[in-house]
């Protein structure tokens, strides 16, 4: 029955952690993209940019659920990356998402190779998929019987990844 499950039913069902690796430098065609023409432009952020997320984050972390997610990255950040981390966590933070980084410029990388994907309750995991220019494909829901390998990979990503604003203090621009 797992295949028939979606990502959407893993984040309305999840009872205590939603966690979230990220590994891809560009995420462009893949979310807002008028927002992301928007800083590309040098325009100040909307006042109502990531409003439904925000307010969906919210709605978990007001019932003591977490919702974090480590990026791993390298310096020089990319554009994206720049609006990512200084539009998108600064802004997804009001709602009570966690953030990391896990930054691999001058380190070796413990997670190459791994996917991006969610983790619920270190039970389910939705592996996101990606086209070659990183236009988001959809999320393929695994059996739980895989979760181990993730719970192992959210355990190395936190172990090696500090808080967002102690990385951005230091690297933010």
Same mark, same amino acid.
């Given at each position: 029955m797992a295949s028939s499950r979606t990502l959407g039913d893993l984040?309305?069902?999840?009872?205590?952690?939603?966690? =979230?690796l990220e590994t891809l430098d560009d995420y462009s065609r893949s979310g807002n993209t008028n927002a992301y023409e928007l800083f590309q432009a040098g325009e100040p952020q909307p006042d109502d940019y990531n409003?439904? @997320?925000v307010a969906e984050l919210r709605s978990h972390t007001s019932q003591?659920?977490?919702?974090? =997610?480590?990026h791993v990255l390298?310096?020089?950040?990319t554009e994206y990356l720049r609006f990512e981390l200084g539009w998108g966590y600064r802004k997804n933070m009001t709602g009570g998402e966690e953030f990391f980084i896990l930054d691999v410029t001058d380190a070796p990388n413990p997670l190459a190779e791994v996917p991006d994907f969610w983790l619920f309750d270190s039970a389910d995991t939705a592996v996101m998929e990606y086209d070659e220019h990183g236009a988001f494909r959809g999320a393929k829901v695994l059996p739980v019987t895989?979760?181990?390998?993730?719970?192992?990979?959210r355990r190395t990503a936190l172990a090696h990844s500090e808080p967002f604003t102690? @990385? @951005?203090?230091?690297?933010?621009?």
């Open positions: 984040f309305d069902s999840f009872e205590r952690e939603a966690f =979230r409003a439904e @997320w003591g659920k977490r919702v974090c =997610r480590v390298a310096r020089p950040l895989e979760s181990e390998r993730f719970v192992g990979y102690d @990385w @951005w203090a230091k690297h933010g621009e």
